[in-house]
């Protein structure tokens, strides 16, 4: 079984998501690590309660970004992580720690990428006046929200949506594919062809 780590920063409601898939034996994965930068992150929470290790590695106790970045990397050699998982990870990890992990770490998007990377997203949706919008699972590169896209989830947007609306939305739908992600690649059927992410038949 891989040895899956979440990294996240604030209500984890899509490791909760995670922790679920697993429990139901829907994904064959240890969750081994949940990662914060945030002592208060209420993932962290959910990971106690689900007996899963934690810690926390916060920014203002590094001098430098790289620094703080590298702590992260060592937590991660430390666990032997196969997979990395970001889940409402609010930083940009560093070079050092994209290039430790090629195609090796994911992260999920409350949009259809490339449109609307970076923040607030959804908001990004409705101040653009798109009809459509989704989610996105994606490895992480050592761009922005820029690496190779894995599933895609469209959600259309309703004439009185508010980013709250909008954005519940959206969630339900990252918390399927987030955990068929992370499914797809633990029994090896992705295969990444430049930007392109391949999914294998099953068997
Ligand atoms: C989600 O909308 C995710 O797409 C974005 O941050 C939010 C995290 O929510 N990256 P949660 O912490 O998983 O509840």
Redesign the pocket.
Known sequence: MIRLAVL??????????IIDAVGRGELPVKLVLVLSDNPRA??LERARTAGIPTVVVRREDYRSRRDFNLEILRWLRRYQVDLVA?????RVLSPEVVRAYPNRIM????SLLPAFPGLE??RQALEYGVKVTG?TVHFVDEGVDTGPIIIQRAVPVREDDTVESL?GR??EQ?HQIYPEAIRLFATGRLRVEGRRVRVLEEG
């Open positions: 996240a920063s604030g209500r984890g409601s899509n490791l909760q998501a209420q993932a970001l889940a409402g990870y609010m992260n999920i998007h409350p997203a959804q989610c954005s959206i969630l990252e």
